[in-house]
């Protein structure tokens, strides 16, 4: 395997080896409503790491990696945009006068 193959597998793995991106709720206080608000955030979370692979073998544990980072980034994504629509229509309910100013 080239140099620069074996490098570019080598910097993917230990970006995105084992990482999965989840969504976490955040809390926090709106001091004008006097209400808790919520959102959600993404954060990534490594759960495996590849150690001392060589050959093809490493390269298909790389793409499966990369594979299973970009689907938990979409599903997460999508949790996070769905949710966040849902917090911010109830602090609108929660506080009428963000409601009223809008």
Do not use: K
């Amino acid at each position: 395997m080239p140099l620069r193959s074996t490098a570019v597998a080598l910097a993917a793995s230990l970006l995105a080896s084992g990482c999965v991106i989840v969504p976490v709720t955040v809390e926090g206080f709106d001091p004008d409503c006097r209400v808790v608000t919520r959102h959600i955030e993404l954060q990534a979370v490594q759960i495996a790491a590849l150690n001392g692979c060589s050959g093809q073998g490493c390269e298909s544990l790389v793409l499966i990696g990369l594979g299973l980072t970009a689907a938990s980034a979409i599903i997460s994504g999508s949790i996070a945009v769905t949710g966040n629509v849902v917090y911010w229509a109830e602090h609108r309910a929660d506080c009428p006068s963000t409601a009223a100013a809008t």
